[in-house]
């Protein structure tokens, strides 16, 4: 969670479907936090793209997991980003031979947990 968007304090994180995938909108009212926002979400496009750093971001739960789960699953899809008036929109499409239901499944569960995990810190 350390790179994940939705867990910049005073965000508000938003899901919906797209075709093929999800769409993130996380948002702040507070400009620093913005800036911040539009990092991270560049961070995520790049990666696993071929420039992009080799971070284990497999969305398998494979780190300490006390903190949480970010809602932007890089497993099996393409991340890209916007950026939008207060904050951005991360697209998370499924790749080819990977399933859709699941991933979007996946993503909402996560944001669903993100209050709960927010209130506690």
């Not at 951005?88 to 709960?116: F, K, N, T």
């Amino acid at each position: 969670m350390a790179n994940c968007p939705s867990a910049l304090p005073t965000t508000a994180t938003r899901v919906a479907d797209v075709p093929g995938g999800v769409s993130i909108t996380v948002t702040s009212e507070n400009p620093d936090i913005q800036r911040a926002l539009h990092a991270l979400a560049a961070l995520h496009e790049r990666i696993g793209s071929p420039q992009g750093p080799s971070y284990d971001h497999t969305g398998l739960h494979g780190g300490p997991g006390w903190i949480g789960h970010c809602p932007v699953i890089h497993n099996g899809t393409h991340v890209s980003y916007v950026r939008t008036k207060n904050g951005v929109q991360i697209e998370v499409r499924i790749l080819p031979g990977h399933d859709a239901v699941a991933l979007r499944r996946e993503v909402y569960e996560r944001a669903a947990e993100l209050p709960a995990w927010i209130a506690k810190r």
